[in-house]
């Protein structure tokens, strides 16, 4: 299936590593001009090198994408893009009773707060050009919230509520504006919480992992690449009648109905 956006362009934040590069990925094989950005530059040349085998036009921007100047920046090398595929590092672990105000402003600022500013900066040019795909990579702790992960739960429950309202008013331009929800994706982020987890318990992440997957209908993690195909359908030509959706993908782990 043709995707029809050949030629588009592309701002993929925090996109060297996981589900962001899978999401680069995809859009590149549908021959997507791509911005991607990181913190770190090393990772991310690296990446951008992988990309370069689509024949597609990859800059990249290293930056912390949850701060002013980081914004900016991705901003500056792509001022008018087509797609915008909204992600950042999820806020850590914990105990909500040692989160001061600081720590609760520093997730919303990053998992809610940046992905509405730069949504907020794209979104008038895309009606303007009556295309536009907006993607949200939040987590399936919308649905079902993860004790430990408090700050995420909030922080990612607030911009889905936001979106739900922004999704219906750009729709009408050929604009959409949907979530993709990971479950357990096999990426440095899943492994890293194996191991937060693993201390706790008294296992190694290892075991943690094999239990994880076992429980999971799929008996097995999601792939960067599954995830960025989705992406890609999202950003279609296609896809011009889906918005304000919150697509979950975990293997059939959510237990309910809808
Ligand atoms: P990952 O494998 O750790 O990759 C994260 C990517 O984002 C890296 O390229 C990283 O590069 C970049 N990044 C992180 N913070 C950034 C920032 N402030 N500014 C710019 N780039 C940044 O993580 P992932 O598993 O793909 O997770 C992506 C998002 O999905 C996270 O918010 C995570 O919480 C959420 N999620 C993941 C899963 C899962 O199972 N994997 C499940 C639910 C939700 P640098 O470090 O160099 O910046």
Redesign the pocket.
């Known amino acids: 299936m043709d995707l029809g956006i050949r030629g588009k362009t592309a701002l993929v934040?925090?996109?060297?590593?996981?589900?962001?590069?899978g999401c680069a990925q995809s859009l590149a094989r549908e021959g997507v001009n791509l911005v991607i950005?990181?913190?770190?530059r090393e990772?991310?040349e690296a990446t951008a090198k992988e990309l370069s085998r689509y024949k597609v036009s990859v800059e990249i921007v290293a930056?912390?994408?949850?701060t002013p100047q980081?914004r900016e920046a991705a901003l500056k090398a792509c001022p008018a893009p087509d797609i915008l595929v909204n992600?950042?590092?999820?806020p850590p672990p914990g105990d909500f009773r040692a989160w001061e105000r600081d720590t609760w402003v520093a997730a919303l600022e990053?998992?809610m707060i940046t992905p509405i500013l730069l949504m907020r900066a794209v979104v008038d040019g895309m009606i303007a050009r009556k295309f536009g795909r907006i993607v949200n990579?939040t987590?399936?702790?919308v649905k079902a919230p993860i004790p430990e992960l408090g700050l995420?739960n909030g922080a990612r429950t607030g911009l889905t509520g936001f979106v739900a309202g922004l999704a219906r008013t750009t729709v009408q331009h050929n604009v959409t504006v949907n979530n993709l929800l990971?479950?357990?994706?096999d990426?440095?982020?899943?492994r890293s919480n194996f191991e937060f987890n693993a201390k706790k318990l008294g296992k190694t992440a290892a075991e943690l992992a094999q239990t994880r997957r076992e429980a999971n209908p799929a008996r097995r993690f999601g792939t960067i690449e599954e995830f960025g195909d989705a992406c890609a359908f999202l950003c279609s030509a296609q896809a011009g009648y889906i918005t304000g959706q919150n697509l979950l993908l975990d293997g059939g782990s959510y237990p309910g109905t809808f």
């Open positions: 934040c925090a996109a060297s590593k996981g589900l962001g590069k950005t990181a913190r770190g990772a991310l930056g912390d994408i949850t980081g992600n950042a590092g999820g990053a998992n990579i987590s399936g702790a995420s990971p479950g357990p994706f990426t440095d982020r899943l």
